[in-house]
């Protein structure tokens, strides 16, 4: 899909993020807006799944290990197709299976995340039966920063490296931000990259939230044969909105119902303004 | 009763023949294939066994990840790890998840002897009995533990079973009709029946015969599979005997002996009841023999507990 095309799904994706927490009067709203790029890319870009071939053993996998930005992830499985939008409208509601992580009761869910420091040892579990059935899929998970905190992850990583899996592709949403602070605060994490490295990652930086630069950085996987891709994606939490972006009380605060006008009116500007440049009226 | 061999080479025999015949089988490890007779299987299959070092939490992510794709899992550590260390991959990432690995557990119970607390596994039936969709297996002998295996290379659900180490009496004819979720009655009695799992099955069945040779009328279940409890074989058990007796090599608190006690309580029967088990202090130390005979774990001692029980309920 072009780039324009991106960003335009985009500002679409984060009315319907927006619209769907304000219904439920619940959600990881920061977190949620800081990952669309990267599930943008991923879903309309890079990866080869599709309610089609979601059964296909060759299909590509998406593993979010930082669960609790379902709602992006839900968003842009109604929008490939994988249920009907409308579902989104019982978020977290009495028997819906649409609730505040993923679970593979949802169509287009490959694994029931939620706990922190879970998706990459079920990412290199999946990628290393790819290995050993001759497949060309990848793994593809994303993490959050504040989840690295989680020891889990590094006992993943050196599974990753010592099975050489380069069909594996390890995101990082860095956005700096974690439920109580800055992560560097709460619990210092850097130099991130260097620990990656020296787990054996091949590591490239990007903006998180530039579709360009995802688009280009995808393009170059694996980064190196016989090891672990991994992209240090630097974001901004609450990505899109004035008031939200890089704002720690946005955790999981939820927009009040001037919030929600104030930051549905700055969507439908960017939109306008995309159809400005892009569109055709 | 004949001596047998330890479950845990049983185990690894019937892995090995299994491996052999299926070739999406794969056995995960945590630096324990010597510790769980791995190591034939790695020399023999080494495509089929995949090592992740002393890390058990990753152990049990990576087999999901595994199993997810259609692989036959047998994830193999020590129980006391397995079942602790990893405990909320076992919950969200197998059970939850609904993907069906084979948790092995070895060494389990207080087979570690004098290695201590941190090594037994004391826990596991009340930590996995809590966990929604996940079942739970424990073999008496030898006969059950290759029965269990090879039961379990298709069963739909997740499934966790533990066994020791040491050499076991034959409990079993080979001939047994052998199905998980369906206990095996080894003796009929009228005074006392023992209910009781893994490989405590073979001390019951010495009291019992201890215990017919002073008139006393006893019988024998092995309860191999803890969830899905065979409520029915409970029920017959509390019908046709006087007075219930469990026996585990487990804390007494939420094994299997909790699981019996609240079934039958909440279907209206109050036999005379005790369960046997590690209670709940700070435990001896010793070797696994010792350490079961102090808590009356072996025949003559269950068979005390009965005579206890039989003859405080029945002043002669």
Redesign the interface.
């Known amino acids: 899909m072009e780039i324009q095309e991106l960003e335009r799904k985009s500002i679409q994706y984060r009315k319907a993020i927006l619209s769907i927490i304000k219904k439920a009067n619940a959600g990881h709203t920061g977190g949620d807006l800081s990952c669309v790029e990267i599930l943008n890319v991923l879903y309309n870009h890079v990866m080869n799944v599709s309610p089609e071939n979601f059964t296909d053993?060759n299909r590509d996998r998406y593993i979010q290990s930082k669960g609790h930005s379902v709602e992006t992830l839900f968003t842009v499985l109604a929008d490939k197709g994988f249920y009907p939008e409308e579902e989104l409208d019982t978020l977290n509601q009495f028997q819906s299976h649409f609730i505040g992580h993923p679970?593979?009761k949802v169509n287009g869910v490959?694994?029931?995340?939620?706990?922190l420091?879970?998706g990459?040892?079920?990412?290199?579990?999946?990628?290393?039966?790819?290995k050993?059935?001759g497949l060309s899929y990848r793994v593809y998970t994303l993490l959050g920063d504040g989840e690295l905190e989680e020891?889990?992850n590094w006992?993943?990583s050196?599974?990753a490296a010592?099975y050489k899996l380069d069909n594996l592709v390890v995101i990082i949403d860095r956005n700096t931000l974690q439920i109580t602070g800055r992560t560097e605060e709460v619990s210092q994490l850097e130099p991130l990259s260097d620990k990656f490295k020296a787990f054996g990652y091949a590591v490239r930086e990007t903006d998180g939230n530039d579709l360009a630069a995802l688009v280009q950085v995808f393009g170059q996987i694996p980064f190196e044969k016989g090891k672990p891709s991994l992209i240090l994606a630097h974001t901004t939490k609450g990505k899109g909105i004035s008031f939200i972006e890089d704002q720690v009380s946005w955790h999981h605060h939820t927009p009040t119902d001037q919030e929600f006008v104030v930051a549905m009116t700055e969507l439908q500007q960017a939109e306008e303004a995309w159809q400005v440049q892009y569109g055709t009226r | 009763m004949e001596l047998g061999k330890p479950n845990l080479e049983v185990f690894a025999d019937t892995l090995l023949e299994l491996g052999q015949q299926h070739r999406d089988l794969l056995v995960v490890t945590g630096d324990s294939r010597g510790s769980g007779k791995l190591v034939l299987f790695g020399q023999k299959l080494p495509e089929q066994i995949v090592e992740i070092g002393i890390a058990e939490q990753n152990l049990v992510g990576v087999s999901a990840g595994l199993a997810s794709t259609g692989k036959k899992v047998f994830a193999v550590s020590p129980a006391s790890f397995l079942t602790a260390r990893s405990f909320e991959q076992i919950k969200n990432d197998v059970a939850y998840s609904d993907i069906p690995v084979k948790l092995i557990g070895i060494s389990a119970g207080v087979s570690y002897g004098a290695l201590g607390t941190t090594h037994h596994s004391l826990h596991d039936f009340a930590a996995l009995r809590a966990v929604n969709n996940i079942h739970i297996v424990v073999p008496a002998d030898n006969f059950e533990t290759r029965k269990a295996i090879e039961a379990s290379l298709d069963y739909p659900y997740p499934l966790y079973i533990r066994f020791g180490k040491k050499a076991v009496p034959h409990v079993h004819d080979p001939s047994t009709n052998f199905e998980i979720g369906k206990a095996i009655k080894l003796k009929t009695g009228s005074d006392v029946t023992f209910i009781a799992t893994g490989e405590t099955v073979f001390r019951a069945v010495e009291a019992c015969n201890l215990l017919e040779g002073q008139g006393i009328s006893c019988g024998v279940i092995s309860m191999h599979t803890l969830k899905p409890l065979d409520e029915a074989a409970v029920l017959e058990a509390a019908r046709d005997s006087r007075v219930i007796i469990t026996v585990e090599e487990h804390s007494i608190h939420g094994g299997l002996g909790c699981a019996c006690a609240s079934f039958l309580l909440q279907e209206g029967l109050h036999n005379p009841f005790k369960i046997i088990g590690i209670p709940d202090e700070y435990n001896v130390n010793g070797s696994q023999d010792e350490i079961l005979e102090y808590y009356g774990i072996t025949p003559g001692g269950l068979a005390q507990s009965a005579r206890d029980l039989i003859y405080v309920e029945v002043p002669e």
């Open positions: 053993p679970t593979r490959e694994h029931n995340t939620g706990a420091g879970h990459l040892s079920v990412s290199v579990g999946i990628a290393l039966a790819g050993k059935n020891g889990s006992e993943a050196m599974s010592h």
